[in-house]
């Protein structure tokens, strides 16, 4: 069963990084897109950036400029960076990814919390 695990989320002050990172655990195939989300409290699951395996990525208006995505085909994880935060970046963010046979894995979820 393929599992993927967030690490590297935590409190930091506003204008302050975070580099989350995500692994998976028993996988033979590589990933197609794997991407980042986020949940607040009482909001909806918003995708926050994504990328292909060539390379091409995609992110939220509201964090370009600020985050970046990348990922490791060979080891098939994904990082996140995320420079200048800000108190609206506080959520639970979670690591997607799907594989070429259209399954859709996620993982348990890391807190970040940008304090003013």
């Known amino acids: 069963q393929v599992q993927l695990v967030e690490s590297g989320g935590g409190l930091v002050q506003a204008g302050g990084s975070l580099r989350l990172s995500c692994a998976a655990a028993?996988?033979?195939?590589?990933?197609?897109?794997m991407a980042w989300y986020r949940q607040a409290p009482g909001k909806q699951r918003d995708l926050v950036a994504g990328i292909t395996s060539a390379g091409t990525t995609n992110y939220a208006d509201s964090v370009k400029g600020r985050f970046t995505i990348s990922r490791d085909n060979a080891k098939n994880t994904v990082a996140l960076q995320m420079n200048s935060l800000k108190p609206e970046d506080t959520a639970v963010y979670y690591c997607?990814?799907?594989?070429?046979?259209?399954?859709?894995?996620w993982g348990q979820g890391t807190q970040v919390t940008v304090s003013s």
């Open positions: 028993r996988v033979i195939f590589a990933f197609k897109t």
């Open positions: 997607n990814a799907d594989d070429p046979f259209g399954n859709e894995y």
